[in-house]
C-alpha cells in the first residue's frame, strides 16, 4: 500500500505544464480512437469510409467527447480532492485507461464490438445498475473491455481519494459520481436523437454531437470561472444579426421541413459569436476555439465566416477607441449575418443575400457600437428584424430549391428524384456537384 502511496505521489507531483497535460490528454485521445477503429468495429481507420464523417468522428466528435468527460471527472475530483493540480496531473496519467476496451476486446475475447451511445432508455437504465450487478446481461453496445474501464474507473477514484486521506464519504461519493458521470456520457445518444433525424441541414450526426461537447465544456468553464469571465450585453447584441439571417430565409418559405437541428445550428452559433468575442478580449483560447467547432458542427460555410469574424474582432481588439473600430464593427455585422444566412443557403450566402440587407446590417452594427443604451440598441435590433422579414428577394433560388430536394431524395435513397433533379439543374452548380455520383 505504500508503495502505491508512493507512485500517486510521484505522479500527482509530476512537473507538468498546462500545455504539456493538454498535449498528453489529446494524444491518449487520438491512440483510442485509432486502436478502436482498427480494432473494433469497423475494423478500418477512421471508423467510416466517408472523409467528411471520418474526420468529424475521428478528430472533433470522439476527442469532445473525452475532453468533455475528463473535465467533467475533473471538476468533481478536484472539489472532492481539494487541491486542482495534483488532480490534474492523476487525471492525465490515469486516462491511460481509456485504451483497455480496443486492447482487451480484440487480445483476449477476439470480437469486434460496435462501441456507441444509448440511445433507448432500458439499456441505459441497466448500465446504471451495472456497477451493482457486473454480471447482468442484455446491455448493448457495452463491450467486456468497456466494462472493466468504467468499473476501473470507479475503483480507481474511490482508492485514489482514499489514498489521499480524503475520508470513506468523499471516496464513495467520488466513485458514485464517477460512475454516474461516465453512464450520463454514455446516454446522450437519448437526448440527442431528435436531432439525429435524416435531413437536408444534417450532412452527419456527428454534427450534433460536436455542438453538445462543445457547449457543455465551454458552459463547464465559464461556470468554473465566472468570478474571472466578464459577460457583456453588446455582444448578445452583435449576435442576434444571426437571427436577422435566419429570419430572412425562413420568409422565402423553401420547401423543407423544420428540424429541431436547425434551432440547435442558430443556437450554437448564438453560443460561438458570444464566446468567441468572450475569449478574445479576456484571451481565453479555449473559448476562441470551441466557437470555431460549433460553427464546423453547422456547415463548412459557416466555418469560413467564423474565421473571418475572428479575425475582425481581433482587429477590433488592436484597433479600440478608434474611428477604425467603428468601421470594423459594421463588418462584423455582416459576417454575423452571413453566419446565420450560410445555415440555409450553403455555398450561395452571399449570392442570395441581397446588398441592401448587407447595407443594413453594417450600418445597424455601426449605430450599435455609437449608441450606449441599452434599449436604443434593442431597438436598433428590432428594426433590422423586421427589415430582414420585409426585405423582398429578387435573385432566383430555383439551383438551391433543387439543391434542397435532392440532398433530402439522397437521404431518402430516393436515387430516380435526385436524377430528376439533376436534369431540371444540368447546366447548374448542383449539377456538377452530383452528376460524378449519379452519371447518366
Sequence with gaps: ????????????????????????????????????????FPGFIGFVKIPTDSFLAFFLHFPLFYIGLFYALFIILSWLRGDKERTANALVIGSLIIL????????????????????????????????????????????????IEVYLADLLVCFYLLLSKCGIIRALTGLFLTHLVIAGFGAIGIVLTPLLE????????????IQFFSILI?????????????????????????ISGMVYCLKQRLPLKIHPFLFSSYFSLFIGVNIMEIGLKQKRWLLVILSLLLA?????????????LLGVLYLIKIFKSSPVQIFLSGIAGIFCLYLGV?????????????????????????????????????????????????????????????????????????????????????DSNLANFLQPVFPD
Excluded at 198 to 209: P, V, Y
Excluded at 218 to 223: C, F, S, T, V
Excluded at 296 to 308: C, D, H, K, N, P
Aim: hydrophobic fraction near 50%; charged fraction near 15%; avoid cysteine.
Design 100 to 147: 483497455i476496451p480496443p486492447l482487451f476486446d480484440s487480445l483476449f475475447i477476439g470480437k469486434q464490438y460496435h462501441l456507441s451511445y444509448f440511445y433507448e432508455f432500458e439499456s441505459f437504465s441497466r448500465s446504471l445498475i451495472g456497477v451493482l450487478a457486473p454480471w447482468i446481461k442484455g446491455i448493448e453496445r457495452v463491450s467486456p473491455g468497456q466494462r
Design 296 to 308: 464546423i458542427s453547422v456547415r463548412y460555410e459557416s466555418l469560413i465566416f467564423a474565421v473571418g
Design 1 to 40: 500500500m505504500l508503495n502505491i502511496k508512493r507512485l500517486i505521489d510521484s505522479i500527482e507531483t509530476l512537473k507538468l505544464t498546462r500545455q504539456e497535460q493538454i498535449a498528453i490528454l489529446l494524444f491518449i485521445i487520438f491512440l483510442r480512437n485509432l486502436l478502436e477503429s482498427q480494432l473494433e
Design 218 to 242: 465551454a458552459g463547464l468553464y465559464i461556470i468554473t470561472r465566472r468570478r474571472e469571465i466578464r459577460l457583456e450585453i453588446l455582444n448578445i447584441i452583435l449576435s442576434l444579426f444571426i
Design 342 to 426: 450560410s445555415v440555409f443557403f450553403f455555398y450561395q450566402t452571399i449570392n442570395l443575400t441581397p446588398i441592401l440587407l448587407v447595407l443594413i446590417a453594417f450600418i445597424a452594427s455601426i449605430f450599435i457600437i455609437i449608441v450606449k443604451n441599452f434599449w436604443l440598441r434593442m431597438a436598433i435590433m428590432s428594426v433590422v428584424l423586421v427589415l430582414s422579414y420585409l426585405m423582398p428577394f429578387h435573385k432566383s433560388i430555383s439551383e438551391h430549391i433543387n439543391l434542397f430536394n435532392a440532398v433530402d431524395a439522397m437521404r431518402k435513397n430516393a436515387y430516380p428524384d435526385i436524377l430528376k433533379y439533376l436534369d431540371n439543374q444540368r
Design 198 to 209: 435524416k435531413n437536408w441541414l444534417l450532412f452527419s450526426h456527428h454534427q450534433a454531437f
